[in-house]
């Protein structure tokens, strides 16, 4: 089944992504401040992959990680984000390396990866 875990999304950006979502067949699941030290595997119900990292500070930007997406609905999603002109700077796709990986854990990446490719 096809998820978008979203963390800190909300208002009219909320919207357009459930809209999207729905319309591509991607059930989405809202990432709470708890969830932010659990292991993606068991947020996102793929068993238990990870153990939790309590080292990992929790963040309040916003993060969208898409699970189990089929091509169509993963290209369909980001080019209605463009066409709808919202964006989520920090989007990710789960593979085997990073579903032991806690959200908080998984954001510090993405901002480490945004700041060196922007040479900050």
Known sequence: MAKALLFNIT????????FLCM???IVIQEGTAADQTRPLSRILGRGDQGAPN????PFADEMLVLDGLSQEQFHGLLNGLQMLRSTVTCKAITT???LAWTPARLYRELAAEH????GR
């Open 11 to 18: 208002g009219d950006k909320r919207k357009k992504l459930g």
């Open 23 to 25: 319309q591509y067949g």
């Open 54 to 57: 309590t080292l990992d500070a």
């Open 96 to 98: 085997e390396h990073n």
């Open 115 to 118: 700041a060196a490719l922007n």
